[in-house]
Structures are given as C-alpha cells and as structure tokens.
C-alpha cells in the first residue's frame, strides 16, 4: 500500500506560481512510477507530469512543457510540481499518482491516487 498527501494548491493569478507537493507513505520502494494529473470541471482527468524515484527522467503533457517542472527528494519520499506562467486553463484538481509498468500518460498504470489539491487560476 501506498498512501499519497497533496498539498500547495490555492488561488493565484494568472502568470502566477504554485508548487504542489505529493508526500508518499507506505511500499514507495515498489512504486516507482509518480505522476500528476489534473481534472477540471466537465472534463476528463489528464495527464501533467512523471517522474520515477529511481531514475530523475521526466515527462510532461504538451500544454504545460516549459511551464511546470516535476521534482523529487527521494529522503523525504515527496515530489513536487512546480507550476510557473500559470494560465486559467490551468484550473482545475491535481492529483499525485504512484504505479509501476505501463505507460507513464496512462491513469490505468498507477495504482495509488492522493485525494487532489485544487488549484484555481484567475484572470
């Protein structure tokens, strides 16, 4: 088991920052895969952000390439978003997600989900 605690998310404005943060507890070790996703209102959730604890290779959705940057620190078994030039299409619930296998955009290759910090950008 795995348990993963959001937290940072706030109103802020646009071009504004944030920096979220996802504290994992539990079978870490046999996750490796961490991810953030987002859902807004009446859309599906999607993917934003990977990153594995044992090897610091990214990946980010096209929308917010060059914008956020996904971080960890294995000692505090915590990874961090870190969310600049913020839009409002950037609304919306994010998630931290743990998995191992499969594809890192894929929902179905994370096992564990946090219960979602909401980030809402105003214009």
């Known amino acids: 088991q795995v348990q993963l605690v959001e937290s940072g998310g706030g109103l802020v404005q646009a071009g504004g920052s944030l920096r979220l943060s996802c504290a994992a507890s539990?079978?870490?070790?046999?996750?490796?895969?961490m991810g953030w996703f987002r859902q807004a209102p009446g859309k599906e959730r999607e993917f934003v952000a990977h990153i594995r604890w044992s090897i610091s290779i990214t990946f980010y959705a096209d929308s917010v390439k060059g914008r956020f940057t996904i971080s960890r620190d294995n000692a505090k078994s915590t990874v961090y978003l870190q969310m600049n030039s913020l839009k409002p299409e950037d609304t919306a619930v994010y998630y931290c997600?743990?998995?191992?296998?499969?594809?890192?955009?894929?929902?179905?290759?994370?096992?564990?989900w946090g219960q979602g910090t909401q980030v809402i950008v105003s214009s």
């Open positions: 997600a743990a998995g191992n296998g499969g594809s890192y955009h894929s929902e179905k290759s994370y096992d564990y």
């Open positions: 539990g079978r870490t070790f046999s996750n490796d895969r």
